[in-house]
């Protein structure tokens, strides 16, 4: 019975006053009337429509600012730095020597 009544009261209207007409939702204003593409509007023009070639693609990316930045592993204790970093060295024979280096700097 409870539910009855609740479910009354919601679907009954508000009632009161009216509102005032600065208050009361403004209704949208008529839609221009649009002439179709290729008839001639009411001067004789003929409408022409169509999309710039490319509407649908992004802009190009500046290269300068968005260019890839080297990674570079580096931190501070106190006044000393250390970096880690990889360097290629050559061994006697010609052969290629990639190399993992700890560089700690200190001031002295």
């Known amino acids: ?6 479910m009354a009261l919601q679907a009954a209207p ?5 509102l005032p007409a600065e208050l009361r939702p403004i209704r949208p204003a008529p839609a221009p ?3 179709p593409c290729g008839t001639p509007d009411r001067r004789g023009d003929i ?3 169509g999309r710039a ?3 649908d693609r992004l802009p190009r990316l500046d290269e300068t600012r968005y ?8 931190t501070t204790l106190g006044k000393t730095r250390l970096s880690a970093e990889a360097e290629q060295g ?4 010609g052969q290629s020597a990639p190399r993992a280096m700890l ?3 200190m001031p002295f």
């Not at 260019?67 to 580096?74: H, K, L, M, N, T």
């Not at 050559?90 to 024979?93: A, D, G, K, V, Y």
């Open 1 to 6: 019975m409870r539910l009855a009544i609740m």
């Open 14 to 18: 508000v009632a009161g006053p009216p």
């Open 33 to 35: 009337s649009t002439v």
């Open 47 to 49: 409408v022409v429509c």
């Open 53 to 55: 070639a490319g509407a």
């Open 67 to 74: 260019a890839e930045r080297p990674i570079r592993a580096v």
């Open 90 to 93: 050559s061994l006697p024979n």
């Open 103 to 105: 560089r700690l700097k």
